[in-house]
């Protein structure tokens, strides 16, 4: 077996090998290639800075990073990791790390980092053993919003470039996938949500998906949350949250309170890189 960068591997070859990796996994995965084609090109993937293990001329595992400076560092990010059932056991992520490392050192990464649910324990110690640490503890929300129905407020959708986003809030505690860098690439619809003329809450989602990548309230008074799943219910009921940041205790207890259930919890985990 030999690992070698993906840049060179078709499209469906990689689907394929992802798809069958990710079978019966903690949440059921999407299917669409399409979906997978427009994430990884918001997260900014690159596919010669990915990496695959190869059995003759068969894709068996992969590391799928996107590339970016982000927070000061050049870093790849890790947007999927699989191995197929056959070939587990064999510490081929490992191996590809070992490869990989050395070959983004060269291309000016300084930081690795990536995502992995918290019940994974197998792929958390792997990770370790590489040398990553966590840095985040995450946790992921869907369902059906119930809330008040208040309606004293004004939607004003926006583009990305009218966000303000140096006074946005919590930006730094974001997941990668939910930061501005990778919106600005992707299919996201942006709302101010004015009471009395003035902006007091803003949220960023897939109107269509019902996903919600950024949610914030800019005053502090007690009904601001409830306020904001209310101009968020008048775009899309059915909703999702991938990774708030369990930091942010009064924005979990506010998406439990609208009727939203915990699904799944993720760390963070990163590696710094050095020459």
Request: glycine share 6%; hydrophobic share 35%; aromatic share 14%.
């Amino acid at each position: 077996m030999v690992v070698k960068h993906l840049g060179d591997t078709d499209f469906e070859m990689i689907m394929e090998c992802f798809l069958l990796s990710f079978e019966n996994y903690f949440v059921k995965m999407p299917t669409d290639h399409n979906f997978y084609r427009e994430r990884w090109k918001a997260a900014g993937v690159r596919f010669d800075l990915s990496y695959g293990m190869f059995d003759d001329n068969a894709l068996v595992g992969f590391i799928i990073n996107a590339i970016d400076k982000r927070q000061g560092h050049l870093t790849a990010y890790n947007s999927g990791t699989g191995v197929i059932p056959k070939y587990r056991g064999k510490r081929i992520v490992k191996a590809i790390y070992e490869y990989a490392i050395p070959d983004l050192i060269k291309n000016g990464i300084t930081k690795c980092q990536l995502e992995v649910i918290t019940e994974n324990e197998k792929a958390i110690k792997s990770y370790e053993g590489i040398g990553f640490e966590t840095c985040k503890h995450y946790k992921c929300f869907k369902g059906m919003l119930t809330t008040e129905n208040n309606t004293d407020f004004i939607l004003n959708k926006v583009s990305y470039d009218e966000m303000n986003w140096e006074a946005l809030p919590n930006q730094g505690l974001y997941s990668w996938d939910n930061q501005k860098e990778s919106l600005v690439k992707a299919n996201f619809q942006y709302y101010q949500v004015l009471v009395e003329d003035k902006e007091q809450y803003y949220f960023i989602m897939n109107s269509k998906s019902g996903y919600i990548a950024q949610f914030e309230v800019l005053d502090n008074s007690p009904s601001s949350f409830g306020n904001l799943f209310s101009a968020i219910e008048s775009i899309n009921k059915d909703v999702r949250i991938n990774n708030i940041d369990d930091r942010l205790t009064n924005k979990i207890n506010a998406v439990k309170s609208a009727g939203l259930k915990n699904t799944v919890d993720q760390f963070e985990m990163e590696l710094y890189l050095k020459k």
